[in-house]
T-cell receptor, first 114, second 112 residues
Framework: DQQVKQNSPSLSVQEGRISILNCDYT??????FLWYKKYPAEGPTFLIS?????DKNEDGRFTVFLNKSAKHLSLHIVPSQPGDSAVYFC?????????????FGKGTSLLVTP | KAGVTQTPRYLIKTRGQQVTLSCSPI?????VSWYQQTPGQGLQFLFE???????NKGNFPGRFSGRQFSNSRSEMNVSTLELGDSALYLC???????????FGSGTRLTVV
């Protein structure tokens, strides 16, 4: 059962505009959330994370928003650049004593057009 | 600083065979995790090792196993391969305290 869902398989945005990627989760025990970016033939690269004690985290052009009551998070990229074209994965984890496991969504393919 | 190295990059095996994949983490990283990526299921957690001990295991059959050596290098083994095991297998390492894993480029396994 998919506990992390990215309902948009793809997204196309014009260069300079805002890209908004969405992610929903079902497990209320998740308390740490991450976004990874993946280019073809490469492993995922960490982008930004947020703890459940926060509702927003910002890093340059990337901002992640967390709405715990809705079990929803989103990644905003402003302004979008052609180099941002990649597959973006949302991931979530419930920290515990038995080590860490990331639960990934199936990804959203972002295309930024000039 | 060298990244996470996975070998081999590509592998073709026949149904019923077994396969061993290797992962060398970033120097100093003690936690190594393995993930399977398929088009239909996305990235799925296989297992995580820390200081040679398996700390967590995903929902995969016992045909999937792994181990970690004293130098933090890790191997995963899949026995009695099935066509459905065809996937990109990704290894990730971290210092062990957080979840900011650094991933390798993966091993593309094709079972024919």
């Amino acid at each position: 059962d998919q506990q992390v869902k990215q309902n948009s398989p793809s997204l196309s945005v014009q260069e300079g505009r805002i890209s908004i990627l969405n992610c929903d989760y079902t497990n209320s025990m998740f308390d740490y959330f991450l976004w990874y970016k993946k280019y073809p033939a490469e492993g995922p690269t960490f982008l930004i994370s947020i703890s459940s004690i926060k509702d927003k985290n910002e890093d340059g052009r990337f901002t992640v928003f967390l709405n715990k009551s809705a079990k929803h998070l989103s990644l905003h990229i402003v302004p979008s650049q052609p180099g941002d074209s990649a597959v973006y994965f949302c991931a979530a984890s419930a920290r515990g004593n038995s080590g860490y496991a990331l639960n990934f969504g199936k990804g959203t393919s972002l295309l930024v057009t000039p | 600083k060298a990244g996470v190295t996975q070998t081999p990059r590509y592998l073709i095996k026949t149904r019923g065979q077994q396969v061993t994949l290797s992962c060398s983490p970033i120097s100093g990283h003690r936690s190594v995790s393995w993930y399977q990526q398929t088009p239909g299921q996305g990235l799925q957690f296989l297992f995580e090792y820390f200081s040679e001990t398996q700390r967590n295991k995903g929902n995969f059959p016992g045909r999937f196993s792994g181990r970690q050596f004293s130098n933090s290098r890790s191997e995963m083994n899949v026995s009695t391969l099935e066509l459905g095991d065809s996937a990109l297998y990704l290894c990730a390492s971290s210092l062990g305290q957080g979840l900011r894993y650094t991933f390798g480029s993966g091993t593309r396994l094709t079972v024919v």
